[in-house]
């Protein structure tokens, strides 16, 4: 099977959703192609993010699968929460960097995760009592609550939801996925005043 991809990036994703719409995983290209040959695709949704040809027929005709960025799959609904696993990755990401202390945006290397409740005082490592810190806010406070270290918390620390979570998972979110995803943000989370 030849490949001929309309993107330049190989490593673009297709993001899959269940029948009602739901995001439920990132897929390769190739994880992609086998779902869409199996004629497992209910229904797609954006641009051609690659042409796939294939052998040739006894006609002489060449085979071609065309991937959109997005495709809906049969399967199970789940309806319940979804609350993510939290990581440094995703929780650096949901703030865009940025020190919800100091307000500056540093790379990754330098920043931290703050318990805005220190568990020591009985906080909880979760979404809504974590934020980013740079290194050096994250000293300052150490083992206190901001007011009593006199620091002031720029945003309030949300849960993503699932369509924020498959934002945050994937660095190269296309235009078309964006607009997808960013129609179901939370309005009243960060990440709804992104823009594409």
Known sequence: MRINNTR?????????LNKAGTPTAWLSWQEAV?????????????EVVYRVRGGYDRRGR??????PSIIACDGKVNHGLFTPALSNSLLFARDQQICLYCGVQHSVR?????HVVPTSRGGKDCWTNCVTACRRCNN????LTPERAGMELLAIPFAPNRHEYFYLA???VL???????????????GLSKLRS
């Open 8 to 16: 330049t990036d190989m490593n673009v994703k297709v993001l899959r």
């Open 34 to 46: 086998t779902l869409l040959s199996r004629d497992q695709i209910l229904w797609s949704l954006g």
């Open 62 to 67: 060449r085979s071609v699968l065309d991937l």
């Open 110 to 114: 330098d920043l931290s995760r703050d």
């Open 140 to 143: 300052r406070k150490g083992d």
């Open 170 to 172: 994937n660095r190269d």
């Open 175 to 189: 235009a078309d996925q964006m607009d997808f995803l960013k129609a179901r943000f939370s309005v009243n989370g």
